[in-house]
């Protein structure tokens, strides 16, 4: 399948910071979609992404589909402790229905 | 509640042992799909089924087999499993791309 390079790995940071975290694809996709996996739980959709250059909100969140289609990007304004969790950015495979390639994680820790 | 019901849990098996995990959804979607996550290997498709009646090879497919039993059920069968397949299963369903995953089955084969 096609392989997502998702950055960083992990993330230490402080309640209030604002995160930045990355995927980029060596295909191109038609759709990238953000999930966040609690602990002990399966993965929770929080965007998704359908247009080249789209920017979508939702919350403290804001995701953008880069304008090659081979990169997504998520931000998290002022984090909070509840944040806390793995991202996974996701992208359509193509031919295959709607079956998803998902990056490899980013592992976000956050202090009080 | 709504939602993608899997089970067991946890279980542990011993190297060369069979065994079904059992994934249902009441959300009428028409797709749904096996993963499994390993540490720092994020989520790899196993396989998965875009309608009632139709499966298809994911990412990691070897050493399991798939039935989609009707369109509320879709279940994973290790035939005889080994330790490499320890790992956390979870089944999930869309309409579209926004999947629904069930809680998890832990299994340790050792």
């Known amino acids: 399948g096609q392989q997502l390079n998702q950055n960083p790995q992990s993330m230490f940071i402080q309640e209030g910071e604002d995160v930045s975290m990355n995927c980029t694809s060596s295909?191109?996709?038609?759709?990238w979609l953000w999930y966040k996996q609690d602990p002990g739980e399966g993965p929770v959709l929080l965007i998704a992404?359908?247009?080249?250059?789209e920017l979508t909100s939702n919350g403290r969140l804001t995701a953008q589909f880069g304008i090659t289609r081979k990169d997504s990007f998520l931000n998290i304004s002022a984090s909070i402790p509840s944040d806390v969790g793995i991202y996974f950015c996701?992208?359509?495979?193509?031919?295959?229905?709607?079956?998803?390639?998902f990056g490899k994680g980013t592992s976000l820790l956050v202090t009080p | 509640n709504a939602g993608v019901t899997q089970t067991p849990k946890f279980q542990v098996l011993k190297t060369g042992q069979s065994m079904t995990l059992q994934c249902a959804q009441d959300?009428?979607?028409?797709?749904m799909y096996w993963y499994r996550q390993d540490p720092g290997m994020g989520l790899r498709l196993i396989y998965y089924s875009a309608s009632e009646g139709t499966t298809d090879k994911g990412e990691v497919p070897n050493g399991y087999n798939v039935s989609r039993l009707n369109k509320r059920e879709f279940s994973l069968r290790l035939e005889s499993a080994a330790p490499s397949q320890t790992s956390v299963y979870f089944c999930a369903s869309s309409f579209n791309y926004g999947y629904t995953f069930g809680s998890g089955t832990r299994l340790t084969v050792v």
């Open positions: 992404l359908y247009k080249a250059g």
């Open positions: 959300m009428n979607h028409n797709s």
């Open positions: 295909s191109i996709f038609n759709t």
């Open positions: 996701a992208g359509h495979v193509s031919n295959s229905g709607y079956a998803l390639n």
